[in-house]
């Protein structure tokens, strides 16, 4: 039993910051890769961050200098901090997760998603 819980959306004005957490619990030995999706509506789920177990991140064009993401290994927490809001960030933002509850391979988790709301 492993949940991810992400906190933080809201609604922001354009050229505006939030942060966004995901706290994830359960049966849990250990956690790999996480990331930050988004999908606005009528549009495809797409990545917005990850970030690897040793701390490297990788961006896509979208968001690189604008967004970073981080982690507290010790909370099981991954964030998502947004500066320069636009518009078009508008969407729901799903935290996900590799995640070894035991031996053998990992499984791969997803959050119920966060609103976040670009708009004056």
């Known amino acids: 039993q492993v949940q991810l819980v992400e906190s933080g959306g809201g609604l922001v004005q354009p050229g505006g910051s939030l942060r966004l957490s995901c706290a994830a619990s359960?049966?849990?030995?250990?956690?790999?890769?996480m990331y930050w999706y988004r999908q606005a509506p009528g549009k495809q789920r797409d990545l917005v961050a990850r970030i690897y177990g040793g701390g490297n991140t990788n961006y896509p064009d979208s968001v690189k200098g604008r967004f970073t993401i981080s982690r507290d290994n010790a909370k099981n927490t991954v964030y998502l901090q947004m500066n320069s809001l636009k518009p078009e960030d508008t969407a729901v933002y799903y935290c996900?997760?590799?995640?070894?509850?035991?031996?053998?391979?990992?499984?791969?988790?997803w959050g119920k998603g966060t609103l976040v709301t670009v708009s004056s």
């Open positions: 996900n997760a590799d995640i070894w509850t035991g031996a053998g391979p990992s499984g791969n988790y």
């Open positions: 359960g049966r849990i030995f250990s956690i790999g890769t």
